[in-house]
């Protein structure tokens, strides 16, 4: 498998089940692919099942955060993300990092995902949206800057992120200091925001394990 075919299957899986545009993944390829690594599960040259691990830092900390997590829809259920995530968990102790960090989908990943040793990794966070929100035109890296615990990302990640945010309609906003990435329903919403996206780590370090960590917004 090429590289290139293999970024070709991987896009066109993502795009299946995530149903997202191909305009988006082709900004994933371009500016982050290359910093990822990406286990796979494939059978005669067919991806099945994949992962992308970003490398992020949480303090002194290094480690990678799991993104887009995806299986074939032909093929669930067959126990091919659990090899996926066993992949990542030996990259990540080859790398020498210190964590596993995702966002479950659904409240009901929450449980597949503590059988594989992640435990809730977040808080709960509620903010108003001001009628005259400032919209952020500095650098996207800003985004990053979150109170409490912070989760770096390469800059190239959080610019991803941006983009296709904006490509969705959302905006960048500034609202009671916090630099926030949102979509256009959240702007405009009535009765503020709440982070219901709580993230699940897998470490044994116990002070990450009890961390605070702001993950995104969605509507209350």
């Not at 630099?179 to 329903?185: A, F, Q, R, S, T």
Request: aromatic residues 14%; hydrophobic residues 40%; contains cysteine.
């Amino acid at each position: 498998m090429t590289v290139k075919d293999k970024e070709n299957q991987l896009s066109a899986l993502w795009q299946d089940v995530f149903d997202e545009d191909r305009e988006v993944t082709n900004l994933f390829f371009e500016n982050v692919y290359g910093i990822c690594e990406n286990p796979i599960i494939e059978n005669n040259g067919e991806i099945l099942s994949s992962a992308f691990l970003i490398p992020c830092e949480i303090g002194k900390y290094k480690g990678f955060y799991i993104y887009c997590a995806l299986t074939h829809k032909e093929h669930r259920g067959k126990g091919l993300m659990a090899n996926v995530l066993s992949y990542a968990d030996e990259i990540r102790q080859k790398s020498g990092f210190d964590f596993l960090l995702l966002v479950p989908a659904e409240k009901s990943l929450f449980n597949y995902y503590g059988k594989f040793g992640f435990v809730p990794f977040g808080y709960a966070y509620t903010a108003k949206i001001p009628e005259k929100y400032n919209e952020i035109r500095a650098k996207y890296s800003k985004a990053r800057k979150f109170s409490e615990t912070e989760v770096i990302f390469p800059d190239s990640v959080i610019d991803f992120w941006a983009e296709a945010t904006k490509h969705y309609g959302g905006k960048i906003i500034e609202t009671n200091g916090g630099i926030c990435l949102l979509g256009e329903k959240l702007l405009d919403a009535k009765n503020g925001v709440k982070n219901n996206g709580i993230a699940m780590i897998k470490t044994d370090i116990n002070m990450l394990k009890s961390a605070s960590c702001y993950v995104g917004v969605t509507l209350e």
